[in-house]
């Protein structure tokens, strides 16, 4: 195997560990290597599968702005490249799921405040109050700690980008 073809394997299987498709890291990781937008030709070609899933896997990366379709004058085709800011927009993605831990955490605390302790809690169990409530207060905690990193860290990261582009 090249290195190309090797890079192309383990972001796959990179992807995979996310609970991602495998053929979704294959089609990123060949963008990543491409000097030029690809068509779906070459891109079913190069990775030696059928055209509907890596249609449908177009779609799932052009959604969270991965990639980006291109016309070319004068070809009905679509051609595809990675985002300018691929790896930012990862991030993005990957940030908005653990946002959703946190807005998950806060709503049941706001839920627990009003709630009776028969709702929280099944009878003869009611040591698990505490327990459940200090889980849920140690999970909005650990979750907003993570925000406030996750936006600092973006921030610089658009600050780098930025100094990139200039350079």
Do not use: C
């Amino acid at each position: 195997m090249t290195l190309r073809q090797d890079w192309i394997q383990e972001f796959g299987e990179a992807y995979q560990l996310f609970g991602l498709p495998k053929l979704m890291g294959h089609v990123v990781g060949l963008l990543l290597a491409s000097s030029k937008p690809l068509s779906l030709d070459d891109i079913t070609s190069e990775l030696g599968v059928s055209k509907g899933p890596v249609s449908q896997v177009m779609g799932r990366l052009r959604d969270h702005r991965l990639v980006h379709r291109h016309n070319k004058p004068g070809n009905r085709k679509d051609f595809y490249e990675a985002d300018s800011d691929i790896f930012g927009h990862a991030f993005g993605n990957h940030a908005a799921l653990l946002r959703g831990n946190l807005t998950l955490a806060k709503r049941f605390h706001k839920r627990l405040d009003g709630a009776t302790k028969d709702e929280i809690v099944r009878p003869g169990k009611e040591e698990d109050l505490a327990a459940f409530t200090a889980r849920i207060e140690e999970m909005e905690q650990f979750y907003s700690l993570m925000m406030k990193h996750l936006g600092a860290f973006m921030k610089e990261w658009d600050e780098v980008r930025g100094l990139q582009k200039s350079a």
